[in-house]
């Protein structure tokens, strides 16, 4: 059965690191796509980075450009999203999603591309 488990979240404060975890059972993760949402408080989801499977094309959106890393790690299944220099507009339920669709070497923020969600992770940054 496919799953994807968010791990990771938690309280820091502004200019700190976290290290999100997603990690994915009952499919090959070298074949597919995998995305980082978030969903702040009032706000819809939004796409956060992306990355592709074989050739691991990575993609960002502007807001964490330079602060925010994604890699995988295949033979743990897992994709790791690194963030530094966060600040209170990094805020909000961290998802990972997995496109359904093998071999596309396609990476988008677009939620529409992703069929699978993990269960989301709460990341605070505060003060």
């Known amino acids: 059965q496919l799953q994807l488990v968010e791990f990771g979240g938690g309280l820091v404060q502004p200019g700190g690191s976290l290290r999100l975890s997603c990690v994915v059972s009952g499919v090959t993760l070298y074949s597919h796509t995998i995305g980082w949402f978030r969903q702040a408080p009032g706000k819809e989801r939004e796409g956060v980075s992306c990355?592709?499977?074989?050739?691991?094309?990575?993609n960002y959106a502007d807001s964490v450009k330079g602060r925010f890393t994604i890699s995988r790690d295949n033979v743990k299944n897992t994709v790791i999203l690194q963030m530094n220099s966060l600040n209170a507009e990094d805020t909000g339920v961290y998802y990972c999603a997995l496109d359904s669709r093998p071999y596309t070497t396609i990476c988008t923020l677009a939620r529409g591309r992703y069929a699978f969600w993990g269960q989301g992770t709460q990341v605070t940054v505060s003060s």
């Open positions: 990355i592709s499977d074989r050739r691991d094309i990575t």
